[in-house]
Every structure is written in C-alpha cells, then in structure tokens.
C-alpha cells in the first residue's frame, strides 16, 4: 500500500471550465488499484482536494482535482492498470481475461472483463483497397502457380508478371490433345 497526497499550495483546473482554482472546500482519500509490482499488488491511498470553481457561469460548484497520469475521473484503477485490463479483455474476453489477470495479481471478475470491453471504443473502420480486373487477375495467376515452385520467383513490385526463366514454353493446344488420344 502507498500513501500520498497532493499538494496543497498548487491550483487545479476545474473539470467544467478549465480555470484555475486554489479555493480548497475539502480532502478526501482515493483508494486506486495498480498493477502488480514483484507480484505483489499495489494500492495507492492518494489524499486528493475537493475545490471550488471561482468560475460564476460553469455549472460546475465544486470539482476534485485530477493528477496527470495517475487518476481519471470516476476510475478506481490507474491508466497504466486500465490499458493492461483492456489489453487482456481484447485478447481473451470473459473467463479467459479473468484468469490470465488473477496470474498478474489483479482479481476481477469475467463479468468486470467483459463490462470494461464493451466501454472501449471501437476501432476506426478501414475502406478496403478495391482491385481492377487485370490487378486481380495478376494476383489469381499468382495464386495459381506460386513462386515457391519455380527457382527463380518474380521480384515483389511485378508479382507474377515475369515468368520463370526455366520455365519450358507450352506446347500448342492441338498436339497436347492428340497426345491424349489413342
């Protein structure tokens, strides 16, 4: 367990307006959860202020001051602690997630996993590049006769439109049919 507090002398930024304030109307104690350190895990007790907004137009009275990189508004668990469960919930979901974090010393529920997967935001859609008909072309002959037969395979930048060099030309169409034939 680590015990700290934030400075008193110090104005914090109100959450509503962003203007300064020092006007201090209480303390309260923070009970954060980071993650694990020696395999042990850690608790952080930060005694943070409660302060007035001297702003008269923010809709905001009062606010508690944030420190950067350690607290987030409304979250029990530090940023760094935060990403690791994402992570972990992105990877292996409900069950999963929840055992591989109880081997980190970190004890949540599947259920506690899975809530702090739905929170994530989603990725950005990608647009798929689309293939013109001879792009897509090239690319089936690739995949028909792959370079990996052939001794001497194609440089990247042309894929698939140089052909071997020790390829054997084909016979015409005509003769390999009347090979064929009795």
């Known amino acids: 367990m680590i015990e700290a507090r934030t400075r008193s002398r110090v104005p914090a930024g109100c959450s509503g307006c962003g203007v300064l304030s ?22 952080i007790d930060l005694s943070v202020r409660r302060l007035y907004c001297e702003n008269p137009s923010c809709p905001k009275v009062t606010f508690a001051e944030q420190v950067p990189r ?3 508004r409304y979250q029990r668990r530090t940023p760094l602690l935060q ?3 994402e992570s972990v919930g992105v990877v292996l979901a409900g069950r999963g997630g929840a055992r591989m974090l ?3 010393n970190v004890g949540l529920s ?14 950005p859609l990608v647009t798929p590049r689309v293939l013109g008909w001879g792009r897509l072309r090239v690319l089936r002959r690739h995949l ?22 020790t390829a054997q030309p084909m016979a015409p169409r005509a003769s390999r049919s009347r090979d064929r034939l009795p």
């Not at 309260?28 to 959860?33: D, K, N, P, T």
């Not at 599947?110 to 990725?123: G, K």
């Open 22 to 43: 020092d006007w201090t109307h209480s303390r309260y104690v923070r009970h954060l959860a980071d993650a694990a350190l020696g395999g042990r895990p850690v608790r």
């Open 70 to 72: 350690l607290t987030v």
């Open 83 to 85: 990403h690791l469960v």
């Open 102 to 104: 109880r081997v980190m």
């Open 110 to 123: 599947r259920c506690t996993v899975l809530a702090q997967l739905m929170r994530m935001p989603l990725p």
């Open 144 to 165: 028909r006769h792959p370079p990996g037969r052939c001794h001497h395979p194609p440089p990247a930048h042309t894929l698939g439109r140089t052909r071997c060099r």
